[in-house]
């Protein structure tokens, strides 16, 4: 199955400034996902980060306020933007492969103080 | 948004002992899927079956699906101190999303 190489780790950031995720892949996969995990919950899908196009945005995120490039099979970033406090989360991404199913990042936690 | 809920929020067994967690859907699946996530780090992939098939089994992992009920069970035998975790239930929609449950957080004593 895929490796995947999400960074930073961790980060404490503060107020009003922007955070970019990294998820690098070790193989060239079509489908890369974007989850956000708030402290003592379950995953919530943000976005499903499209190859050369604009990602797909679930209700409740916006593009202003997690960008999310994708320039190639293999790469991806989210950016959270103008943080505050309540955006203090686990964000992981995931990719999909037919034969192996869904592979997880190891997470960036997020401190926003 | 989150697919579907999970029961128990929590749960705490002593070691040997079965634990049995159930997750509860909405929409249309392909699949049901379940994971595992120790402390807050990366989801670890158990188990996966498919909306034609009942029941599944992994080593000591079983698990249940009943379409017409949209519900799903996960049964852990035998548990162990390792199996302190977080475990979560995720559907996979007809255009490939993983959506996933509340979670139960097991607690394994020796």
């Known amino acids: 199955s895929a490796v995947i190489s999400q960074k930073p780790s961790r980060d404490i950031c503060q107020r009003g400034t922007s955070l970019t995720i990294q998820c690098q892949v070790d193989?060239?996969?079509?489908?890369m996902f974007w989850y956000r995990q708030q402290p003592g919950q379950s995953l919530t899908l943000i976005a499903t980060a499209n190859q050369g196009s604009e990602a797909t945005y679930e209700s409740g995120f916006v593009i202003d306020k997690f960008p999310i490039s994708r320039p190639n099979l293999t790469f991806s970033t989210l950016t959270v933007s103008n943080m505050s406090p309540e955006d203090s989360s686990i964000y992981l991404c995931s990719v999909v492969q037919t034969n192996y199913g869904y592979t997880f990042g190891s997470g960036t936690r997020l401190t926003v103080v | 948004s989150q697919q579907g809920e999970e029961d128990p929020q929590a749960l705490s067994i002593q070691e040997g002992e079965n634990a049995t967690m159930n997750c509860s859907y909405k929409?249309?699946?392909?699949?049901l899927q379940w994971y595992r996530q120790n402390s807050g780090r990366g989801l670890v992939h158990l188990i996966l079956i498919r909306s034609n098939e009942r029941e599944k089994h992994s080593g000591r992992l079983r698990v249940t699906l009943d379409t017409s009920k949209k519900s799903s069970s996960l049964l852990i035998t035998a548990s162990r101190a390792a199996d302190t975790a977080s475990y979560f239930c995720a559907t996979v929609d007809s255009w490939g999303k993983l959506q996933f449950g509340a979670g139960t957080q097991v607690v394994v004593t020796p």
């Open positions: 193989s060239q996969v079509t489908m």
């Open positions: 929409t249309s699946i392909n699949n």
